[in-house]
Protein backbone atom coordinates (compact mmCIF):
# COMPACT_ATOMS: atom_id res chain seq x y z
CA UNK A 1 0.00 0.00 0.00
CA UNK A 2 1.26 3.41 -1.03
CA UNK A 3 0.84 6.70 -0.08
CA UNK A 4 -0.77 9.02 -2.43
CA UNK A 5 -0.28 13.39 -1.91
CA UNK A 6 -3.09 15.27 -3.81
CA UNK A 7 -2.18 19.05 -3.92
CA UNK A 8 -4.86 21.62 -5.82
CA UNK A 9 -2.35 24.60 -6.11
CA UNK A 10 -3.69 28.00 -5.06
CA UNK A 11 -2.46 31.63 -6.72
CA UNK A 12 1.09 31.59 -4.52
CA UNK A 13 2.21 27.82 -4.65
CA UNK A 14 5.16 27.03 -6.24
CA UNK A 15 8.67 25.27 -6.17
CA UNK A 16 12.55 26.07 -5.16
CA UNK A 17 15.13 24.15 -3.94
CA UNK A 18 16.16 25.41 -0.81
CA UNK A 19 19.19 24.47 1.76
CA UNK A 20 18.14 23.91 4.97
CA UNK A 21 21.54 23.14 6.57
CA UNK A 22 25.48 22.99 4.79
CA UNK A 23 25.40 20.49 1.96
CA UNK A 24 22.41 19.16 2.13
CA UNK A 25 19.32 20.81 -0.60
CA UNK A 26 16.19 19.57 -0.97
CA UNK A 27 13.27 20.17 -3.62
CA UNK A 28 10.06 22.25 -1.67
CA UNK A 29 6.83 22.21 -3.46
CA UNK A 30 3.69 23.94 -2.62
CA UNK A 31 3.09 26.97 0.33
CA UNK A 32 4.67 27.93 3.70
CA UNK A 33 1.47 25.78 4.96
CA UNK A 34 1.47 23.55 2.98
CA UNK A 35 4.30 21.52 1.12
CA UNK A 36 6.05 18.41 0.29
CA UNK A 37 9.66 17.95 0.25
CA UNK A 38 11.69 15.26 -1.60
CA UNK A 39 15.22 14.62 0.07
CA UNK A 40 18.26 12.68 -0.95
CA UNK A 41 18.14 9.49 0.87
CA UNK A 42 21.01 8.65 3.17
CA UNK A 43 22.68 5.64 1.39
CA UNK A 44 24.41 4.35 -1.39
CA UNK A 45 23.24 5.38 -4.82
CA UNK A 46 20.59 8.06 -2.96
CA UNK A 47 21.76 11.34 -4.94
CA UNK A 48 21.71 9.32 -8.33
CA UNK A 49 18.07 7.95 -7.81
CA UNK A 50 16.99 11.06 -6.63
CA UNK A 51 18.72 12.63 -9.90
CA UNK A 52 16.67 10.39 -11.62
CA UNK A 53 13.64 11.35 -10.04
CA UNK A 54 14.45 14.99 -10.14
CA UNK A 55 14.97 14.62 -13.90
CA UNK A 56 11.49 12.65 -14.56
CA UNK A 57 9.54 14.72 -12.14
CA UNK A 58 10.45 17.83 -14.01
CA UNK A 59 9.79 16.39 -17.73
CA UNK A 60 6.65 15.34 -16.08
CA UNK A 61 5.68 18.66 -14.42
CA UNK A 62 6.89 20.25 -18.18
CA UNK A 63 3.99 18.36 -19.83
CA UNK A 64 1.62 18.71 -17.75
CA UNK A 65 2.17 22.30 -17.45
CA UNK A 66 1.42 22.75 -21.33
CA UNK A 67 -1.48 20.79 -21.36
CA UNK A 68 -2.80 22.69 -18.26
CA UNK A 69 -2.02 26.12 -20.15
CA UNK A 70 -3.26 24.47 -23.22
CA UNK A 71 -6.60 23.77 -21.79
CA UNK A 72 -7.03 26.80 -20.32
CA UNK A 73 -6.98 28.52 -23.51
CA UNK A 74 -9.30 26.61 -25.30
CA UNK A 75 -11.73 26.52 -22.36
CA UNK A 76 -11.40 30.64 -21.24
CA UNK A 77 -12.99 30.73 -25.26
CA UNK A 78 -15.61 27.91 -24.66
CA UNK A 79 -18.17 31.10 -23.11
CA UNK A 80 -18.17 32.29 -26.99
CA UNK A 81 -18.37 28.71 -28.35
CA UNK A 82 -21.61 28.31 -26.33
CA UNK A 83 -22.43 31.32 -27.41
CA UNK A 84 -22.26 30.65 -30.63
CA UNK A 85 -23.91 27.45 -30.42
CA UNK A 86 -26.98 28.83 -28.68
CA UNK A 87 -27.60 31.50 -31.49
CA UNK A 88 -26.65 28.10 -34.48
CA UNK A 89 -29.68 26.43 -32.06
CA UNK A 90 -31.85 29.30 -31.56
CA UNK A 91 -31.47 29.79 -35.77
CA UNK A 92 -32.51 25.75 -36.27
CA UNK A 93 -35.76 26.61 -33.88
CA UNK A 94 -37.16 29.58 -36.50
CA UNK A 95 -36.40 28.07 -38.92
CA UNK A 96 -38.12 25.00 -38.41
CA UNK A 97 -41.20 27.02 -37.23
CA UNK A 98 -41.24 29.12 -40.36
Not at 9 to 32: D, I, K
Not at 39 to 46: D, E, H, S
Not at 53 to 58: E, H, I, N, R, V
Not at 67 to 86: A, G, K, L, N, P
Request: proline share 4%.
Amino acid sequence: MGIHVVIQPLVGYGAAVVSPSPGVRQLVAGSEETSFIVQVPARIGGLMDTARFAQSLAAAASEFSEWCETQHRTRSHSSSFTDHWSDAADENVTRKND
